[in-house]
């Protein structure tokens, strides 16, 4: 199949180029298209045999359910069963914007987009096109992100047409997305709210509008009993093709720790890569390194990591070495992006022997 690629001004809304593409969703097609965050795969989430063709375009375990994108905020009820208080207080405070509710499924959403489950996960996105295209399919669509399955999450089209070219019939070019890591996805069909995904909506701003708010176990850790609520953050997702290690410790500390296993695997005639930050890349011996940005701006700190994380791809480095990030706002989702990228192995400073331990 030929992918064609269409590039959108931000302000084009109406777009001939999105009335082709709405006429894809409307006839069970999938489009690629950008969002705030990163961009989405969607297809009409009420079309099972459309659902149906996300999961093998991406090559996705279909336990994986998707999330549902709506235009207005009145259509959450055609997705949602039931709509508690705090979910109708949140959609006010962050819709349009990078928050996911997960609700009870209405019984017009197909398992095949739910992954089996009777719950669904709801966003409003805040970018034009996404909004324009939603609502000229005349569709709830259900859209992950669109990468091929286990590679880091498109923050240019140019990434979709990497991993998907061929697979799909369309990609609506809108530029760099803004943010650059997905939507929060907060859970609210127990007792508290649980943040299943950290994102740009942080648990305290989920707080100051609903009270407390729970942070799911699966996220912190990597062990691989306790299971993450979501199921996409069960699998090594994020994840560049080389082996990766997050460094943790103060700043001197880890410079020189990465220099020092950049030397040894030199020295083994392997090929080294490093994620640092502006404040300290001059500093490092890698073949490659690529800097995050300033650690004094987060936001960019999200917005580059995927582009970084494929970057190091194309180097074809055997192993990557990376900073962390302080799990402070934002922060916390970067950090969250690091340890999955890694598959949760992290070298810290152990204060007992004085020397490095490998903590999971
Ligand atoms: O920012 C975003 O959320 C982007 C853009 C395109 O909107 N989308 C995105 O989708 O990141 P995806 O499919 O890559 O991630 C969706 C996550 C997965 O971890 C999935 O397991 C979880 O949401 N999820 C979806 N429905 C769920 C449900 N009913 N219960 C628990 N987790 C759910
Ligand atoms: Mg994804």
Redesign the pocket.
């Known amino acids: 199949m030929e992918t064609k690629i269409y590039q959108i001004k931000k302000d084009a809304a109406d777009h001939a180029a999105i009335e082709e593409a709405a006429k894809v969703i409307r006839n069970g097609g999938l489009v690629a298209f950008p ?1 705030e ?4 795969l969607g297809a009409d989430a009420q079309n099972p045999q459309a659902a149906e063709k996300i999961y093998a375009a991406k090559g996705r375990p279909s336990d ?4 549902v ?1 709506i235009a207005q905020k009145e259509d959450l009820s055609k997705a949602a069963g039931e709509i508690p208080k705090a979910a109708a207080l949140l959609a006010e405070a962050f819709w349009p914007g ?1 928050l ?1 509710m ?1 609700l009870r499924k209405q019984t017009s959403i197909p398992k095949e987009t ?2 089996g ?1 009777d ?3 709801v ?1 409003m ?1 805040d970018h034009p096109t996404a909004l324009a295209l939603i609502r000229r399919s005349g569709c709830l669509i259900a ?4 990468n091929a399955s286990g590679r880091p ?1 498109p923050t240019l089209a140019r990434h979709v047409a990497e991993d998907l070219n061929g697979k799909i019939p369309m990609i609506l070019d809108g530029g760099e997305v803004g943010i650059g890591i ?2 929060t ?1 907060v ?1 609210l069909t127990e007792k508290e709210p649980v943040i ?2 950290p ?1 740009y909506i942080t648990g305290s701003m989920l707080e100051a509008v609903i009270g407390p708010v729970k942070l799911d176990a699966g996220i912190l850790c990597a062990d691989a009993s306790v299971r993450p ?5 069960k699998y090594r997702h994020y994840a560049p093709r080389a082996e990766m290690i997050v460094v943790e410790g103060r700043m001197e500390q880890v410079v020189e720790k990465i220099n020092a296993l950049a030397d040894a695997m030199r020295a083994q005639n392997r090929k080294t890569g490093i994620i640092g930050t502006d404040e300290t890349i001059s500093s490092y011996r890698g073949d490659v390194a690529f800097s995050l940005g300033s650690r004094a701006d987060a936001e960019e700190i999200a917005r580059r990591l995927y582009r970084i994380l494929r970057e190091l791809d194309e180097s074809g480095v055997d192993i990557i070495y990376s900073e962390s990030i302080a799990a402070q706002g934002i922060g916390q989702a970067v950090r969250n992006r690091l340890l999955k990228a890694a598959g949760y192995q992290t070298l810290a400073p152990d204060e007992n022997s004085g020397g490095w331990k490998i903590v999971s």
């Not at 965050?37 to 989405?40: C, L």
């Not at 994986?64 to 999330?67: A, W, Y």
């Not at 609520?229 to 953050?233: E, L, Q, S």
């Open positions: 969002t965050t990163v961009y989405g994986n359910p998707l999330i994108h990078p996911t997960i739910t992954g489950l719950t669904v996960a966003r996105p859209a992950p992100s669109a999450s997905e939507s996805i859970d299943l995904r994102g609520k979501a199921p996409g953050m």
